[in-house]
């Protein structure tokens, strides 16, 4: 049921994406946006729910793989008793059809080698009817049409040995059977397109890898960080880059859905939408990268997403902006691992999370102080969002985690609140737009006054999860690391110490104590971002040798190709969570950056 989460490696045309397994499976594939139905999912499956691998015949994983420099084309090599193969596999950026384009070539020797392609629309749930014409073998299924372009020579034909057409029953493959020789390139192009059109566009599969190799060098030479972790700097990214959706500038968590928090169990979310929050971080990082041009693409999305009643932001939207978002258990899918139920589309979007006011502001500032000319329409939103704030602070909310258990008074909403109006203040001066200061200073005042009397435990002096509660959660250390306070605080001290003696886990932190209440059964792994957070505030209270050493050994847990997911499990030493995941990138890039001031 799929490899191991860290097996993965990720394929973007920066509208959706693949995941591409060790084993030359591509395992998880959504057309033709990232949140469309899969029509590859053995990744919570098997491959009878979709898959297409290309591997010599017999051979298991590959015996080596990389991202070919800067970019996200992805080379995966076999070394086998006949010789060695190697395996190139690509989605070009879009013209007008999503494309995933896989080139064989032998290097070595006479290495017979076998692709096999299960096409399954909706989730793994409907197999297609597939005809054959003169080029291509074509899968349809309701809106979805699949055409796979078959290499002259080649020798193609139905797994159970029937003519493929309707009725050819499930468990039906496309299968692809030849000898790799060496200097010899065979190249196999699966194309989408609604299933009302009539032919596929033909390509010339040598001319998309040279563009597609083209345009992420270009872009990944705009980076403007010169520090000691350029490699892990750039690679993430180029995964946060990968998970922009460029018609729009709406930027997804992930493109999973439903990788487990544990094996087995059942905390497994869709993330393959855009939140506020995760957007404005994910923004932040690129900022600070020196890429502008995702801002502005962010900023335009920010206002058609919001546009509305102000009092009605939501924490969460469809990669247009999609508001309606509806959950729902996937009960054909055995789940990854067997870890059930699988879920598609969020709950989260009917929360109210009043830390994304916070995040969103922050995003902005950084966007000005980088450059970015305040607009007027975003002016007028960020006016708008603050007399939203400015009415609903004092609410209780689900908080940063998404608890479903009921809604509480959290430390971090209400610390990200005061980020809001602290950023909104600073921007008003620097720019002397017209804005009601006043009223913005006493919101700041009002909630930091607010924060220090209430979420402090009177006993430990140490911010706690929220009013009145004694448990800690790793999101206080934004105490830290926005300026709330001054980082010779005793209270900043005594809270960044108590999170990492108290959430400890194999040397990394948790959220929050698994017997906090979250409205979930079960415990879940180390949370990546946490560590980073927590090597942010050592930094930040000058315990930088501490801080770099926590900062190493984090980033150390990234796959071989530079991906990291949620979670990590310290005891099976493996990745948990759904991959890869734009919040542990974003930590990342903005530890090193701190690290590095």
Same mark, same amino acid.
């Given at each position: 049921?799929?490899?191991r989460i860290?097996d993965?490696?990720?394929?973007?045309?920066l509208?959706?994406?693949?995941?591409?397994?060790r084993?030359?499976?591509v395992?998880?594939?959504c057309l033709?946006?990232?949140d469309?139905?899969?029509?590859f999912?053995?990744?919570?499956?098997?491959?009878?729910?979709?898959?297409w691998?290309?591997?010599?015949?017999?051979?298991?994983?590959?015996?080596g793989?990389?991202?070919?420099?800067d970019?996200?084309?992805?080379?995966?090599?076999?070394r086998?008793p006949?010789g060695?193969?190697?395996?190139?596999?690509?989605?070009?950026h879009?013209?007008?059809?999503?494309r995933l384009v896989?080139?064989v070539?032998?290097?070595?020797?006479a290495?017979?080698?076998?692709?096999?392609?299960r096409?399954?629309? *909706?989730h793994?749930?409907?197999d297609?009817w597939?005809r054959r014409t003169?080029? *291509?073998r074509?899968?349809?299924?309701?809106?979805?049409?699949a055409?796979l372009?078959?290499?002259?020579?080649?020798? #193609?034909?139905?797994?159970?040995?029937a003519?493929a057409?309707p009725?050819?029953g499930?468990?039906?493959? #496309?299968?692809s059977?030849?000898t790799?020789l060496?200097g010899?390139?065979?190249?196999?192009?699966?194309t989408?397109?609604?299933?009302?059109?009539?032919?596929?566009?033909?390509?010339d599969?040598?001319?998309?890898l040279?563009?597609?190799?083209a345009?992420w060098?270009?872009?990944?030479?705009?980076?403007s960080?010169r520090?000691e972790?350029r490699?892990?700097?750039l690679r993430?990214?180029?995964?946060?880059?990968?998970l922009?959706?460029e018609? #729009?500038?709406g930027i997804?968590?992930?493109?999973t859905?439903?990788l487990?928090e544990?094996p087995?169990?059942?905390?497994?979310?869709?993330?393959?939408f855009c939140?506020?929050r995760?957007?404005a971080?994910t923004?932040?990082?690129?900022?600070r990268?020196?890429f502008?041009?995702?801002?502005?693409?962010?900023?335009?999305?920010?206002?058609?997403?919001v546009a509305?009643?102000?009092?009605?932001v939501?924490a969460v939207?469809?990669?247009?902006?999609?508001r309606?978002?509806?959950?729902?258990?996937?009960d054909?899918?055995?789940?990854h691992?067997?870890?059930?139920?699988?879920?598609?589309?969020?709950?989260?979007v009917?929360?109210?999370q009043?830390?994304?006011y916070g995040?969103v502001?922050d995003t902005?500032?950084?966007?000005?102080?980088?450059?970015?000319?305040m607009?007027r329409q975003?002016?007028g939103?960020l006016?708008?969002?603050?007399g939203s704030?400015a009415?609903?602070w004092?609410?209780p909310?689900?908080?940063?985690?998404?608890?479903?258990c009921?809604?509480r008074?959290?430390?971090h909403?209400?610390v990200?609140?005061?980020?809001a109006?602290?950023?909104?203040?600073?921007?008003a001066e620097a720019?002397?737009?017209p804005a009601?200061?006043e009223?913005w200073?006493?919101l700041?005042?009002?909630?930091h006054a607010?924060?220090?009397?209430r979420a402090?435990?009177?006993?430990?002096?140490?911010?706690?999860?929220?009013?009145g509660a004694t448990?800690?959660?790793?999101?206080?250390?934004f105490?830290?690391?926005?300026?709330?306070?001054?980082?010779?605080d005793e209270?900043?001290?005594?809270?960044v110490?108590?999170?990492?003696r108290?959430?400890? *886990?194999?040397?990394?932190?948790?959220?929050y104590?698994a017997?906090a209440?979250?409205?979930?059964?079960g415990?879940?792994?180390a949370?990546?971002?946490?560590s980073?957070?927590l090597?942010?505030?050592l930094?930040v209270?000058?315990?930088?040798?501490?801080?770099?050493?926590?900062?190493v050994?984090?980033?150390?847990?990234a796959?071989d190709?530079g991906?990291?997911s949620?979670?990590?499990?310290?005891?099976?030493?493996r990745q948990?969570?759904?991959?890869?995941?734009a919040f542990?990138?974003?930590?990342?890039?903005?530890?090193?950056?701190?690290?590095g001031?």
């Amino acid at each position: 049921m799929g490899g191991r989460i860290e097996d993965y490696a990720l394929l973007s045309d920066l509208q959706t994406a693949a995941l591409v397994g060790r084993d030359g499976s591509v395992d998880w594939l959504c057309l033709p946006r990232f949140d469309s139905p899969s029509c590859f999912a053995a990744l919570l499956g098997t491959p009878e729910h979709g898959a297409w691998r290309i591997a010599p015949v017999g051979a298991g994983d590959c015996t080596g793989r990389r991202y070919l420099g800067d970019t996200l084309v992805l080379e995966s090599r076999w070394r086998t008793p006949d010789g060695e193969v190697k395996v190139t596999d690509l989605m070009p950026h879009r013209d007008r059809a999503p494309r995933l384009v896989r080139i064989v070539e032998g290097v070595s020797g006479a290495v017979p080698v076998r692709g096999e392609l299960r096409l399954r629309f *909706h989730h793994g749930r409907v197999d297609p009817w597939v005809r054959r014409t003169e080029h *291509h073998r074509v899968a349809v299924a309701g809106p979805d049409a699949a055409w796979l372009r078959v290499p002259p020579g080649v020798h #193609t034909y139905g797994a159970n040995g029937a003519a493929a057409g309707p009725g050819t029953g499930a468990g039906l493959a #496309t299968v692809s059977e030849f000898t790799a020789l060496p200097g010899v390139r065979v190249p196999f192009v699966l194309t989408w397109q609604p299933s009302h059109l009539a032919t596929a566009p033909r390509t010339d599969p040598e001319a998309l890898l040279a563009a597609t190799l083209a345009d992420w060098r270009a872009w990944a030479g705009q980076l403007s960080y010169r520090g000691e972790w350029r490699e892990a700097v750039l690679r993430s990214l180029l995964t946060l880059k990968a998970l922009a959706y460029e018609p #729009t500038g709406g930027i997804v968590a992930a493109p999973t859905s439903s990788l487990p928090e544990v094996p087995g169990g059942e905390r497994n979310w869709d993330y393959r939408f855009c939140w506020l929050r995760d957007s404005a971080m994910t923004l932040s990082a690129l900022l600070r990268g020196g890429f502008r041009q995702e801002a502005a693409a962010w900023r335009k999305w920010l206002l058609r997403a919001v546009a509305g009643d102000p009092s009605d932001v939501q924490a969460v939207y469809g990669v247009a902006g999609e508001r309606g978002l509806p959950e729902i258990e996937a009960d054909w899918l055995p789940g990854h691992l067997g870890s059930r139920p699988v879920r598609f589309g969020n709950a989260a979007v009917g929360q109210l999370q009043l830390d994304v006011y916070g995040e969103v502001v922050d995003t902005l500032d950084l966007a000005l102080r980088a450059g970015l000319p305040m607009e007027r329409q975003v002016w007028g939103l960020l006016r708008t969002l603050l007399g939203s704030l400015a009415a609903r602070w004092r609410e209780p909310d689900e908080g940063l985690w998404e608890v479903r258990c009921g809604r509480r008074q959290f430390t971090h909403s209400k610390v990200m609140a005061w980020v809001a109006a602290d950023r909104a203040v600073r921007m008003a001066e620097a720019t002397g737009l017209p804005a009601p200061l006043e009223q913005w200073r006493a919101l700041r005042d009002a909630v930091h006054a607010e924060v220090c009397e209430r979420a402090v435990d009177p006993r430990r002096k140490v911010f706690v999860r929220s009013y009145g509660a004694t448990e800690l959660d790793a999101a206080t250390l934004f105490v830290a690391t926005t300026g709330f306070l001054p980082p010779d605080d005793e209270r900043v001290v005594r809270t960044v110490e108590a999170v990492r003696r108290d959430l400890d *886990h194999g040397g990394l932190v948790r959220r929050y104590r698994a017997g906090a209440a979250d409205g979930l059964p079960g415990s879940e792994g180390a949370f990546l971002a946490c560590s980073f957070w927590l090597a942010d505030a050592l930094a930040v209270i000058g315990r930088r040798a501490e801080a770099r050493e926590l900062f190493v050994r984090t980033a150390s847990l990234a796959n071989d190709l530079g991906l990291l997911s949620e979670q990590w499990d310290p005891l099976a030493r493996r990745q948990l969570g759904n991959t890869p995941q734009a919040f542990t990138h974003v930590a990342l890039v903005n530890t090193a950056f701190r690290m590095g001031s």
